[in-house]
């Protein structure tokens, strides 16, 4: 394994106090990668701001100069999604899924969420027992959003088991290990192929049957691009939504005086959620970026080519942009946060994770009034990356 860059050592150790100080000192610095090779990593949020919307950063690895980029390698029938493309594609790709995420398909999905929730919730009762102790991430904040994507989808019950376990192998993918992550991914592909081909022979009510539609009727998506597509559907919708709402959890309960707030104020709950996405949101980082040419960011030129990050959690600790920007204040009035991107990437899901995540806390803090933290804060442990945000698990008691 190769060692890793003292920087990104203290980003997986204490990544808020890593980020100040970036700010402070470097906040346009050329580091040493987890992967082992060179990233610009961006922290202010002016600059992460300008370029999340600039056209000369682009996501194609094609404009990655050789040698610069390794990744991880999907295969073409997954690789082919909005993560890792510029206009014409992207914005032909993106107004098709936007159907999926309108104001009336939002507001038909309410129902059913609130309905999940309580019947999550009422299993969480059951299994607790009487120490009245459980995992809320592997009981609540996991299975919450795996169910409402997948019936979003038209994902059979039995196959959402699998998936979770794929999901959480390609996040946090074990080095001594490579040929887990390659397992999972062929299994997703096996996966997907399977259910487009059950779908075309029996289309349902659901966005996937609609999307092959589009692919068969009207020509408007290759094949790769309809498999990609339903997988970035399911594993982003599925895997940020799941540490929204965790990190959300924890955010209160590590704040009393918030928590009184929110259940004695419920209808703070929507902007409460922006807060938790500004103060710890599930991706600390924006997909990487390629310069088309030498980009100045923040007085620093970077040449093109090369690998640029773009800090979405430092950005929303910025001083400058937020006051006293470490305090979580649930009547904050600064707007503007990055937690779900800007510009023409800005999150396609992020009507449903923030509605996710509002009738999640709802219903949660109305079930339990005596809800707290199973273990002291210190103990709990995040996953082993810079690229997420989130728990390993979330011990509660009620």
Not at 326 to 344: M, N, Q, V, W
């Amino acid at each position: 394994m190769t060692p890793l860059d003292p920087t990104v050592k203290s980003l997986l150790i204490d990544p808020y106090g890593t980020y100040a100080e970036l700010r402070a000192e470097a906040p346009v610095q050329r580091i040493v990668g987890p992967d082992g090779l060179p990233v610009w990593l961006v922290t202010r949020y002016p600059d992460v701001r300008q370029a999340l919307a600039d056209p000369r950063l682009a996501l194609d690895r094609a404009h990655a100069a050789p040698g610069n980029y390794r990744g991880f390698a999907l295969p073409p029938a997954l690789d082919a999604n909005l993560l890792n493309m510029d206009p014409p594609d992207h914005t032909r790709i993106r107004r098709l899924v936007a159907q999926a995420f309108t104001p009336r398909r939002m507001a038909a999905l309410r129902a059913p969420i609130e309905r999940v929730a309580e019947q999550l919730l009422d299993a969480v009762e059951d299994t607790a027992g009487p120490s009245r102790r459980v995992d809320l991430l592997a009981r609540y904040a996991a299975p919450l959003p795996i169910t409402v994507i997948c019936d979003l989808l038209g994902v059979p019950e039995d196959d959402r088991h699998d998936f979770r376990a794929w999901t959480d192998t390609l996040i946090t993918p074990d080095p001594d290990r490579p040929e887990q992550a390659r397992d999972a991914v062929r299994a997703m592909l096996a996966f997907f192929t399977g259910l487009i081909g059950r779908k075309r022979a029996e289309p349902a009510d659901d966005l996937l049957s609609d999307l092959i539609a589009v692919r068969d009727e009207q020509d408007r998506l290759s094949e790769e691009e309809l498999t990609s597509l339903a997988f970035l559907i399911l594993f982003a919708g599925y895997e940020n939504t799941v540490h929204l709402i965790a990190n959300a959890v924890l955010a209160l309960l590590t704040h009393p005086e918030q928590l009184a707030t929110l259940r004695a104020e419920p209808e703070l709950v929507a902007g409460a959620v922006e807060e938790f996405a500004r103060f710890d949101g599930p991706a600390p980082l924006a997909i990487r970026r390629f310069p088309r040419e030498d980009v100045t960011i923040g007085g620093v030129t970077v040449p093109e080519g090369e690998t640029v990050l773009l800090s979405l959690a430092s950005a929303n600790r910025d001083p400058e942009q937020f006051g006293e920007p470490d305090r979580l204040d649930l009547r904050r009035r600064e707007s503007g946060h990055l937690a779900l991107g800007h510009g023409i990437h800005y999150c396609l899901g992020a009507p449903l994770a923030r509605m996710e995540t509002a009738l999640a806390i709802t219903a949660l803090l109305r079930r339990f009034p005596a809800l707290a933290l199973g273990v002291p804060a210190e103990q709990l442990r995040h996953r082993p990356t810079m690229r997420a945000r989130g728990l390993l698990e979330l011990p509660v008691r009620f």
